[in-house]
């Protein structure tokens, strides 16, 4: 059992690409959770898609059979600290990942990617495959 887990976007792109190590990872997972923001780029992915239209039904699928996590004050609060931690250290990483990160930490969940720059986060537990 991998526990509770947050998917990055690369996670359900290699879902979708058929990753038998991801596939694996997802059937032995307590629980999953898909950060508002990973559906966000899944959506703009398929907005700039040459095939738009099938990426998009795919990703509605997805987003349907979901538990989705939104962000709130207390994420927001969260994302402050480590962007400003980060950009202390001048170790930045992407926006976006620092929402998924915020999401992790607010709900103790582990991320589960293959961006080896969320190890730059304190205290982020990672599952990589």
Known sequence: MVGKILLDANFVIDLWKGNLAVQGLLAAAEQVYVPATVMGELYHGAEVSNRREAQMAEAEEFASGSNLLPC??????????????????GRPIPDNDIWIAALA???DLTVATKDAHFREVDALPLLSW
């Open 105 to 107: 930490q607010q709900h």
């Open 72 to 89: 709130d004050l207390e994420t927001a609060r969260h994302y402050g600290a480590i962007k400003g931690t980060l950009q202390v250290r």
